[in-house]
């Protein structure tokens, strides 16, 4: 399997160059937007797993969280994407989020596109004044099909872009 890395955007950016994650051709729906002020900080490319639980009740699969590592755009890992939702970065910033806005995005075999509000941030790097996550471009990263049993397991693979924006 051919792994596509993605360049790492920092600052504020009004657009993002061609060749890059987050190109000019992918438009973010509206219902994912944070809004007229807010600003790019980082955008990193995401690899790793959606995990999902069966939920013993319903006999159906749960998903427990991500386990990701983040990237920039010489394919250096920068950081990780955890439970929480957590992002956390090698320069010592750590956000947790929470869903705000879903959209199913252009591949019904692809985890939703999704804006996050952040509930918390520590750390002084990047990360330090982000009030937003938007995760698009998502591949793969959906729960099995079907029935499971108590304590099953499952790592899904995915990828993703993810979005970090702070508010001017």
């Keep these: 399997m051919e792994v596509r890395r993605f ?20 438009t973010v729906p509206a219902a994912l937007s944070a809004g007229p002020d807010a600003e790019l900080v980082l955008a990193v490319h995401a690899e790793g797993a959606q995990i999902y639980g069966c939920a013993p009740d319903k006999n159906e699969w749960v998903l427990k969280g991500p386990d990701a590592k983040l990237f920039d755009e010489k394919g250096t890992q920068i950081g990780k ?3 929480g939702p957590s992002w956390e970065l090698d320069d010592g910033s750590l956000i947790t989020g929470e869903a705000a806005a879903k959209d199913p995005g252009p591949d019904p075999s692809a985890v939703a596109w999704l804006l996050l509000k952040v509930k918390t941030n520590s750390g002084k790097g990047l990360l330090a004044k982000v009030s937003f996550v938007q995760r698009i471009e998502t591949v793969g990263g959906l729960a099995p099909k079907g029935a499971c049993k108590a304590g099953d397991e499952v ?14």
Excluded at 155 to 168: D, E, G, V
């Design 7 to 26: 360049p790492l955007m920092l600052g504020v950016a009004s657009g993002l160059v061609a060749g890059g994650f987050a190109s000019a051709d992918v």
């Design 81 to 83: 994407h955890y439970v």
């Design 155 to 168: 790592k899904a693979p995915y990828t993703a872009t993810y979005r970090f924006l702070a508010m001017k």
